[in-house]
């Protein structure tokens, strides 16, 4: 069974870090695409940052210079690395990859 399952979500006070971590069972990530995706309450699901299977990185605006996007393919892990945390990140965070979706990880950032 194909299979994304995040984890390294968690509450943080602003300023502060994560890792996320999303892991593949049932397939390699070496080829593809992955993506991290988050959605606060009430909103929709955006884009945070994506990676190619060459390295190559994208982020969203609202994020850039403080995630880092990362990948394992020994390990079938993609990671996001989050920094100087604000309010506005909280929300649940999903792995993609093509049709597949991980079942997210809450990270709220609150003092």
């Known amino acids: 069974q194909v299979q994304l399952v995040e984890s390294g979500g968690g509450l943080v006070q602003p300023g502060g870090s994560l890792r996320l971590s999303c892991a593949a069972s049932g397939m390699g990530f070496e080829r593809y695409i992955v993506a991290w995706y988050r959605q606060a309450p009430g909103k929709q699901r955006e884009l945070v940052a994506f990676?190619?299977?060459?390295?190559?990185?994208n982020y969203a605006d609202s994020v850039k210079g403080r995630f880092t996007i990362s990948r394992d393919d020994a390990k079938n892990t993609v990671y996001l690395q989050m920094n100087s945390l604000k309010p506005e990140d909280t929300a649940v965070y999903y792995c993609?990859?093509?049709?597949?979706w991980g079942q997210g990880t809450q990270v709220t950032v609150s003092s």
């Open positions: 993609n990859k093509g049709v597949i």
């Open positions: 990676i190619s299977s060459a390295g190559n990185t």
